[in-house]
């Protein structure tokens, strides 16, 4: 059969609507052949989703003339470190789905947890009420948390979390030195992700996904992060002795009667491409704000929760910021929570009568959601009952073990790791770190080869982020950086040669 009958067999027996991708005027016939015989062999309930899939959903950061052209992997089930599709088909969770899986997909105190409090309530609102769940995790928190937070303020996701803080540092200098002059811009890294909300991006700076909506952010100062394989100074480290706070030490001695704060993410910048800070760094961002009289804002949405091998990123070098936003792992992967913590003293200086219109006047509908709470609680216990910690700390050296034959391969520039945090950046040329152009989606094609294989990632440019579930095995760890391995390989010396 040649490919256009294949297309019309499949929309008499299906529907038009999973058939109109195969006959997109982009798709060579060859790969329509493959594709049209892939729905063949497809059942009819996956076809039928894909259908629907691609008459009524629009996907995140998805390019979707391009989704439509393609059969849609459908997760239907998860077990473990796996996620099972529709057609059974098992594949490792190399993301941790985006890096808030930990304790594997299925668990069973998780899952309990969840049922436990659907037999009391779903929901109820956190304006002018409490709940059992709300007030128990705050505890939790408190007690995980660097020394010196002391209090919770819910919300429901990671940029919300963020937005909270920015929020609470300009409101808090208001109140806190009310004659001074307006303390209400911040210092953020360049490359620095910290959500997609419009005050997140103000805050981040990745150009692609950020340029566009320059318009309606608000101004900030930006420094260069300490990006040791692509130092922005042109040093080496150590030898470098750590130049590059000198720059973001200058802002803050000269701009500090203006800076709110300064927030980064701790350790990792990890949408820049798993961007390790060296040892040292936070630390003496620390010691500026606190000598500047600067609040610290730790973006730990993406570090926290044991992802660094400790509870909080900060914890390694023993820093407590003037607020933290915590999300993703929060709940294990279960649920959309998010909290911002912060000291007494911030809180402090919201107190006042209420005409004095100190209260902080934010809010959202499903803030501090007992099921996010009683599923985030058992999340926490988890974490002591299977010694989570200790398990990724082993982890973690057995990966940084697995990752080194990777670092021989042609293509392959640097490779970064914090915990169970991997960057692999890959170039054009090692030895001149030439970078592929970002059109020709190298990462892209590597994490279609795992797939093939059994893997799922999604890469970040050029660079594979690799973040396995937190309770990964060894042997599963093994499987997948295996699997990466041949998928670099095979893509970079054949189809990504030079053009
Ligand atoms: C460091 C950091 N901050 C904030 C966010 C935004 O979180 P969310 O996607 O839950 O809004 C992310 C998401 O990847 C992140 O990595």
Redesign the pocket.
């Known amino acids: 059969m040649t490919a256009p009958k294949v297309v019309k067999e499949i929309a008499r027996r299906y529907n038009p609507r999973a058939t109109q991708c195969f006959l997109h005027a982009a798709i060579p016939a060859a790969d329509s052949y493959r594709h049209a015989r892939t729905v063949m062999t497809t059942s009819l309930k996956t076809t039928r989703l894909a259908a629907w899939d691609h008459a009524y959903l629009w996907h995140p950061f998805t390019q979707m003339q391009e989704w439509e052209q393609d059969m849609p992997l459908i997760i239907e089930k998860g077990r473990g470190p796996y996620l099972i599709d529709t057609e059974g088909r098992k594949y490792l969770d190399g993301t941790s789905s985006?890096?808030v899986n930990l304790h594997g997909h299925r668990h069973p105190r998780l899952d309990r947890a969840l049922t436990a409090q659907l037999r009391n309530i779903a929901h109820s609102t956190l304006l002018g009420l409490s709940n059992p769940p709300a007030i128990r995790l705050a505890r939790e928190l408190i007690r995980l948390a660097p020394k010196g937070l002391r209090r919770v303020f819910y919300s429901d996701?990671?940029?919300?979390a963020?937005e909270v803080a920015l929020k609470m540092a300009v409101q808090y200098w208001q109140q806190r030195q009310p004659t001074a002059g307006p303390k209400n811009s911040f210092l953020h890294l360049k490359l620095a992700?910290?959500?997609?909300t419009v005050g997140?991006v103000s805050v981040g700076n990745i150009e692609l996904f950020h340029a566009r909506f320059r318009a309606l952010l608000f101004p900030t100062l930006q420094v260069d992060p300490p990006y040791c394989y692509r130092c922005p100074l042109g040093l080496i480290y150590p030898a470098c002795r750590m130049a590059c706070i000198d720059p973001l030490e200058a802002i803050v001695k000269t701009r500090h009667r203006e800076l709110a704060g300064v927030i980064l993410?701790p350790l990792v910048q990890?949408?820049a491409g798993m961007v390790t800070a060296p040892p040292g760094y936070l630390t003496r961002v620390r010691e500026l704000c606190t000598k500047y009289n600067v609040l610290l804002i730790a973006?730990e949405?993406?570090t926290g929760f044991g992802r660094t091998g400790k509870m909080f990123a900060c914890q390694h070098e023993g820093v407590t910021p003037d607020l933290m936003?915590v999300?993703?792992g929060l709940t294990g992967g279960y649920m959309p929570l998010?909290a911002t913590l912060t000291t007494e003293k911030i809180y402090g200086a919201f107190l006042g009568r209420y005409e004095e219109w100190k209260t902080f006047f934010h809010g959202h509908s499903y803030t501090g959601n007992p099921l996010g709470c009683a599923v985030a609680l058992a999340n926490i216990e988890v974490f002591r009952r299977e010694k989570t910690l200790t398990h990724v700390r082993k982890q973690a050296s057995l990966l940084a073990r697995l990752l080194r034959p990777l670092a021989a391969l042609d293509h392959v520039g640097d490779i970064r790791q914090c915990g169970f945090m991997v960057g692999i950046e890959l170039v054009q040329d090692r030895n001149t770190g030439s970078p592929y152009p970002l059109e020709r989606r190298i990462g892209h094609l590597v994490t279609r080869a795992c797939r093939e294989q059994g893997l799922l990632l999604r890469p970040l440019g050029n660079i594979l982020a690799l973040v396995p579930p937190l309770s990964i095995r060894p042997r599963e760890l093994t499987k997948m950086v295996a699997i990466l391995h041949r998928a670099i390989v095979e893509t970079t010396d054949d189809r990504a040669a030079p053009l």
């Open positions: 985006i890096w996701n990671g940029s919300t963020v992700y910290h959500g997609d997140a993410e990890a949408a973006d949405v993406a936003a999300s993703k998010a």
